[in-house]
């Protein structure tokens, strides 16, 4: 087991390192349209018009080239209804019978308080 795990993993990293190196060469092979571009934002780096000007133009020239990535629809669930109006369920429900027996609580009386008497006021 611990050999079929070991080439199972050793086949599992080629091919990361291929594909790394793939990615590399792809960055290479990109890096002087970068280069490019980056060269004419040096150069261009005054105008101050953002309007249809030439990086605008290179860069809808440059998404000429590109492909546009393919969008995959994921398949949709169907709306399911379910109409559970007709179905004809119940449920007894077996409420105890309470017996209250009343008895009469007998509250203290409140005391009495009055408010304290203060100087007179009168207002002219």
Not at 5 to 16: E, G, L
Request: glycine share 4%.
């Amino acid at each position: 087991m611990t050999t079929g795990w070991a080439k199972d993993n050793s086949i599992r990293f080629r091919k990361w390192a291929e594909l790394w190196v793939l990615i590399r060469t792809i960055a290479d092979s990109w890096q002087p349209i970068l280069d490019i571009i980056a060269q004419k934002d040096a150069y261009c780096a005054v105008c101050h018009n953002e309007r249809y000007n030439a990086k605008y133009w290179k860069y809808k020239l440059i998404s000429l080239l590109i492909p546009s990535l393919p969008i995959i629809q994921m398949p949709r669930w169907p709306d399911i209804i379910l109409d559970l109006s007709d179905v004809r369920l119940g449920i007894l429900i077996a409420v105890p019978n309470f017996q209250f027996n009343l008895k009469p609580i007998r509250l203290p009386n409140i005391p009495r308080f009055s408010l304290p008497t203060g100087p007179g006021v009168t207002l002219a």
